[in-house]
């Protein structure tokens, strides 16, 4: 047996999902012995064939917050009915602060979506789109909102 056969290196096996971080913040907290601070990623992952989920990995890293998300994500994923690279039907959702339009675009135009939005619809593997959110500029609230919106379509 040569060392090389011996010793194998161990690979992570490939996920099938692309990540996205969406946001990071430094949250700190003022305690007895001085400030603690966490930090909170908010991620989206898809697999870029209908389906798409969100996480909020909360830790004291950077890094660990990242992968915590990214396992939340992958937990909490949603299906979404696709047709011919768009959405089925045209959807507008209140959730908290934000409303988001979602309509269906035509053949070619592409993704017409502002940042959070782009997020999540791009990993949901949908080409064509036309929205708008309207009140809030916070981007976790218009990602979950996002998500929200596209769970409600039926096929």
């Not at 490939?14 to 601070?37: A, Y």
């Not at 990214?70 to 959702?93: D, E, F, M, R, Y």
């Amino acid at each position: 047996m040569n060392n090389n056969q011996q010793y194998q290196k161990f690979e992570k096996p490939v996920s099938e999902f692309t990540d996205k971080v969406v946001e990071i913040k430094r949250v700190s907290k003022k305690t007895k012995g001085g400030n603690q601070i966490h930090f909170t990623a908010l991620v989206v992952s898809g697999d870029k064939k209908s389906r798409v989920g969100v996480g909020l990995g909360k830790a004291k890293s950077v890094a660990d917050a990242i992968q915590k998300g990214i396992k939340k994500a992958q937990k909490s994923l949603i299906t979404i009915p696709i047709t011919n690279g768009t959405i089925s039907g045209s959807v507008q959702l209140k959730f908290k602060g934000a409303i988001v339009m979602i309509r269906p675009g035509k053949e070619g135009s592409g993704l017409i979506a502002g940042g959070p939005v782009r997020f999540v619809v791009e990993l949901a593997g949908i080409k064509d789109i036309v929205s708008k959110i309207i009140g809030s500029k916070n981007k976790s609230i218009n990602v979950w909102a996002t998500l929200k919106a596209l769970s409600t379509l039926k096929k």
